[in-house]
């Protein structure tokens, strides 16, 4: 399974109209090239005010075009040359103007031009807008949005927070980060369209007292990689969180707990409404059959406090005992024996599916080998058994779940 960069062999044209945001398009063009995108900057002479042609060419590494009567093309049409082969137009900051340029339909200037002229089955267009609070609430922006996002246009964003005018509130361009993650998304196959996903990941905390607990060592990572994939597939996804350190995928709506027993309160009602759940969590199996109301201290006689312990909820097996259950992922983390005892917990908690993995050697790494067991058979994700970076795997899990999830509905 290759580790190719998110957007290997795509062909980008980035055009900037004006406003202060334009200075996050440098960073933007870095983070596409870096993921392997080629990239054509387009600037409005607007744009030109706020950040200069050098800085983006020497970041996309090609000539920027700013007019359509640049004598550099051989034909004199920019406009139709810069989109026939282009595998879409994003416009990071698209301000209030170049919305109601496009919402119009006109062509003023070459960015707008060129947006008109692309052919629009095969050239999406991505706009990210940017502008002060007042102008994107006002409703002649509002129903501009609403006219290019029912000519086919995908709207990023906007993020909310301080502004450059010193006001507070929506219509922040979104980060370049956030605009890259909503670019590759944007580029997945949506194999998981309209289905509802519920995952949970991390680990759980088990308090002893208020400032113990038992825990262990699971990042997450795996869990918020399937959350981050089953989006980009088109999924809705919910995802029920450990204590971890990790930023939420885009447009993932995330729930935190802390300890087991709240995170079956959580999903257990949530699973009846959603159509695939996967437990990446590594639950703590037990937790302290009391919590003491203080710190325990040493008593001074050097004995160790000894504690009782009870079983917590099996949050995977109480889903999958429900009437009509969603499809169930389980995982397995092992240190030996992986497929013996993914097949075992396949069983002993009657899922469909049961992904394996040797727990010490992936836990709290970014990648991983993945074994999927099923009442089939089993199968090695990457095929070759060899490592792959966890994202990498989380997007073929998905699609092995969607070939899965759809066989089971034809
Ligand atoms: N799981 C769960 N709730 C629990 C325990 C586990 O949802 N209370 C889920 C995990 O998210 C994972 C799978 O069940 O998907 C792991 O199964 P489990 O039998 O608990 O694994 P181990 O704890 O590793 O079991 P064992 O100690 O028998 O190896």
Redesign the pocket.
Known sequence: MSDRPDLAGKRIVLGLSGGIACYKSAELVRLLTKAGASVQVVMTEAAMQFITPVTMQALSNQRVVTSQWDAAEPNNMAHINLSRDADAIVVAPASADLIAQLAQGRAGDLLSLLCLARPIERCPLLLAPAMNREMWAHPATQRNLATVRSDGALVLGVGSGDQACGEVGDGRMLEPVELLEDIVAFFQPKALAGQRVLI?AGPTFEPIDPVRGITNLSSGKMGFALARAAREAGAQVTLVAGPVHLPTPRGVSRIDVRT?QQ??DVTLPAAQRHEVFI???????WRPASLSEHKIKKDGKKLAPTFELTE??????S?AALPQPPYC??????SENLAA?ARA?LE??RLPL?VGNLGPATFGRDDNALLLVDAHGEQSLPADGSAADKLTLARALVAEIARRISNRTA
Request: glycine content about 4%.
């Open positions: 949970t087991a995170m079956f437990a990446t969590a590594a639950v703590a199996d917590n909820p099996d949050i995977l097996a889903v992922v389980g995982f397995a983390a092992e005892h917990k002993r908690k049961v």
